[in-house]
Every structure is written in C-alpha cells, then in structure tokens.
C-alpha cells in the first residue's frame, strides 16, 4: 500500500485509534520490538525513557516514513528492514513485542508467531491491537466472502483471520483482552491484549 494513503486513512480513523495506540505502546518498557512497524505511527505514543524500540517491517517504502517519526521521537528507535516470518534477531533478545494492525497482513501468522515467541525472553509480553474474525456468523462469512477482493485493495490484509486463537495456538498465555465493536466493515470487531511467553 502507498505509504502516504495508509497514513490518510489512519488519519480518518485516528480519534478512535489513538486512544487504543496509547493503551497499547505506552506501558511498553525495555527491548520492545514492534512487528510490521510501518510508517510508525506508534512512535509517538511511547513514553520517552523506558524503551527501546527496534521497528521491523518489509516495506522501505513504510519505513521511510518511519524513520521521519523516528527522528522525532524522544525514544530511542532503530528500524530494520524484515519480515515477521523470518525475524533477523537472535533468541530471547525483546522483553516485549508489540503488534499492531499487522497480524491481519503477514504471509504466515502461525510462522510469525513462532518467531516472534522465538525472539521473546521468557515471561516477555506480546501486545497486540488487532482487528479479528467477527464472532456473528452472518458477518463472519460476509469477511470470508469479501477477503479476497479485500486483500488486493489493502496490500494483503485478511479481515476474517481468528487471531487470538492463533496466539493461543503459537504457545503464548492471554493475560488480557478487550473486544472492541470499532473500525470499519468489514475490518471489526477490534481487540486490545496482552500475552505472554510462559516461563
Ligand atoms: C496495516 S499496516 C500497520 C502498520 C503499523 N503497525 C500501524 O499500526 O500503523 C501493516 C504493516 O504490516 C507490514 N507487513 C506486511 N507483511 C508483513 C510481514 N510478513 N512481516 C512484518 N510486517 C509485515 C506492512 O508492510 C505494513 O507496514
């Protein structure tokens, strides 16, 4: 997608957002990697001192603008071209991952969860705030029907993927989890959670 119409759209979508980015980085403290990173639009919602942010992500052109917010930020911040599916980090190396918006993009979410389990340091955090498979099985098929033209028009993302479940799947514990009737059709319902790699 173009770097610059990702960022208008979120911008349409920013007060309903915003509240959640901050929920989600805020908190984050320590070696915090965030997965498919994009054009970082997370980065100001880090508090200043207490982590350090390495941002990953496949697309330079994302990351381009990225790097912009990243000269702005008061945290510490490092980007690396990369995909979740093949982490370019050693093992137990992030006290915490965050996902945002991307678990909906990668080629395999099953094998990035596995790396991103990989990278964590036993009893990390994976943060994540992601849209998910409606539970409404009329709306679910309705996803089911429309992710393919869906994927084309906005670079690769499935609106109907189970991800919670496919956390639980990849060996994390959910600690914590809001549901959100927000965002757009056919990308809601939304959910803000914590998971952890067990010890
Ligand atoms: C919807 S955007 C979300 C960007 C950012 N996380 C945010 O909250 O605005 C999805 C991002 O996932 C990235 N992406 C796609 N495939 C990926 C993969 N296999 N591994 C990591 N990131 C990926 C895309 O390049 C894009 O930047």
New binding site residues.
């Given amino acids: ?1 173009k770097p610059s119409l ?1 960022d208008l759209g ?1 911008r349409l979508g920013k007060r309903a957002l915003d509240p959640r ?1 901050e929920a989600l980085v805020a908190p984050a403290s320590g070696r915090v990697l ?6 970082g ?2 980065l100001p919602c880090y508090s200043t001192s207490s982590a350090r942010v390495v941002g ?4 330079p052109a ?1 990351l381009k603008l990225a790097h912009r917010r990243a000269a702005a930020s008061a945290t510490r911040v490092g980007l690396v071209v ?4 093949a982490l370019p980090f050693g093992h137990g190396v992030f006290d915490q991952v965050v996902a ?3 678990l ?5 979410p099953a094998q ?1 969860l596995a790396e991103v389990h990989r990278v964590l340091k036993p009893g990390g955090q994976l943060r994540f ?1 992601e849209h998910v498979r409606s539970e409404n099985g009329a709306w679910a098929g309705l996803q089911d029907l429309v992710a393919p033209a869906w994927g084309v028009l906005v ?3 499935h609106p109907n993927r189970t991800t919670v479940e496919a956390i639980e799947r990849g060996g994390f514990t959910v600690d914590s989890i809001e549901r959100f009737p927000l965002g757009p059709y056919p990308t809601r319902p939304m959910v803000l959670g914590i998971a952890r790699r067990p010890t």
């Fill in positions: 997608m990702y979120m980015r965030e997965l498919g990173i994009g054009t639009l997370n990953v992500d496949p697309d994302m990369g995909s979740g599916e945002c918006l991307v909906c993009s990668v080629a395999s990035t705030f670079g690769g993302c």
